[in-house]
Nanobody
Framework: QVQLIESGGGLVQAGGSLRLSCAAS????????MGWFRQAPGKEREFVAA????????YYADSVKGRFTISRDNAKNEAYLQMNSLKPEDTAVYYC???????????WGQGTQVTVSS
């Protein structure tokens, strides 16, 4: 079973960038698809991006396509979310999980807060 810790969040102005990291424990990290999800205040948790186990395929929500890039380093047991051209509506707690849908996530971590000021 994979355990995950998210980091890299913070406060940034609109148009700025942040890079989120997801550190995984467990030897089976490379076998899982990895996804990033977010939950804004008062809203339901939503899918942001996912990457296949080999990093050969990536998937993005329409709202972040062209601005966010998901990647992974299986040798380091880490996944990343590079976020550029951030908008105030990107403000949320961001989570990583070994899934590509919200329903597929068994356990949520603590997440990392991203706040984008206008």
């Amino acid at each position: 079973q994979v355990q995950l810790i998210e980091s890299g969040g913070g406060l940034v102005q609109a148009g700025g960038s942040l890079r989120l990291s997801c550190a995984a424990s467990g030897r089976s990290f490379s076998r899982y698809v990895m996804g990033w999800f977010r939950q804004a205040p008062g809203k339901e948790r939503e899918f942001v991006a996912a990457i296949s186990w080999s990093a050969g395929r990536t998937y993005y929500a329409d709202s972040v396509k062209g601005r966010f890039t998901i990647s992974r380093d299986n040798a380091k047991n880490e996944a990343y979310l590079q976020m550029n051209s951030l908008k105030p509506e990107d403000t949320a707690v961001y989570y990583c999980a070994p899934a590509c849908t919200v329903r597929g996530v068994r356990t949520w971590g603590q997440g990392t807060q991203v706040t984008v000021s206008s």
